[in-house]
Nanobody, 115 residues
């Protein structure tokens, strides 16, 4: 059973930066497909950035050039560096992993960007 634990959310002013971390446990193998989603109040959960099972990366258009996803395979950990944050980035950010046909979610970490 894979478990995902996020950290790094918080309150930041517009233009600031935050770094989110997500550590996966429950397997000694590298989970290739991992990424970040977010859900703002009243909105659907959406992809922010993710590694595919093939090792490529996908980004939402709204975060391209501002956010960077990276990983430490040995630790089954993914990071999301968020720069030039905007109030519209305010949301609960969820870590996601796809592993042997199952999808796993973290508990979420709140990011609030004040104007």
């Amino acid at each position: 059973q894979v478990q995902l634990v996020e950290s790094g959310g918080g309150l930041v002013q517009a233009g600031g930066s935050l770094r989110l971390s997500c550590a996966a446990s429950g397997t000694v193998f590298t989970i290739n497909a991992m990424g970040w989603y977010r859900q703002a109040p009243g909105k659907q959960r959406e992809l922010v950035a993710a590694f595919t099972s093939g090792g490529t990366t996908n980004y939402a258009d709204s975060v391209k050039g501002r956010f960077t996803i990276s990983r430490a395979n040995a630790k089954n950990t993914v990071y999301l560096q968020m720069n030039i944050l905007k109030p519209e980035d305010t949301a609960v950010y969820y870590c996601n992993a796809a592993w042997y046909g199952r999808t796993y979610w973290g508990q979420g970490t709140q990011v609030v960007v004040s104007s």
